[in-house]
């Protein structure tokens, strides 16, 4: 079966300090990893994803997310936090073995940065 | 730039009324997504579709269903809405590379 675990249901970090946001997965195969974020009333924008390749993937605004097999895990980081990052943060995977195209979500993370 | 839009961003609704959720994609994508979002649960699958009148379940189709006569357009259905099916409903389409593209979502509610 495939899941999604984001531990923190919020993360709250000063304006300027580097953040992180916890996502571990399981699938049984090789996984197509991605990060969204929900702006308040809006859909979800892609942020960044792991397919294949170098383990640190870099996205949009600056964050970029570190693939880790032995640990399971595809963190979100970045560098120095912004006010206007704050929002509600998704992980999700996909399990390439079986051919499907669907996403299995993580239940969010809310990320407050407090300037 | 690829787009998804969704016919109504707030919609009220009674009890045991019919209610058509509908989603249009301007990028010629076979592959289109109903989920709803909870609060504390995340994004769930209701239903998908792979092509044109092609629809697989989802993991919570239960008093849902969806039709998808044409390409750009994917729509959600409830029969007879209740008031557990108020939430937030997103439609997306899945770009060439693999990314879903997700429209801005319907705030329903069911009184």
Known sequence: AQSVAQPEDQVNVAEGNPLTVKCTYSVSGNP????????????????????????????SYGFEAEFNK????????????????????FCAVRDIRTGANNLFFGTGTRLTVIP | DVKVTQSSRYLVKRTGEK??????QDMDHENMFWYRQD???GLRLIYFSY???????????EGYSVSREKKERFSLILESASTNQTSMYLC??????NEQFFGPGTRLTVL
């Open chain 2, 51 to 61: 092509d044109v009148k092609m629809k697989e379940k989802g993991d919570i189709p």
């Open chain 2, 19 to 24: 209610v058509f959720l509908e989603c249009v």
């Open chain 2, 92 to 97: 997306a389409s899945l770009t060439g590379a």
């Open chain 1, 70 to 89: 032995s640990q399971t895990s595809f963190h979100l980081k970045k560098p120095s936090a912004l006010v206007s990052d704050s929002a509600l943060y």
């Open chain 1, 32 to 59: 197509y990893l991605f990060w969204y974020v929900q702006y308040p009333n809006r859909g979800l924008q892609f942020l960044l994803k792991y397919i294949t390749g170098d383990n640190l993937v870099k996205g």
């Open chain 2, 39 to 41: 609060p504390g649960l």
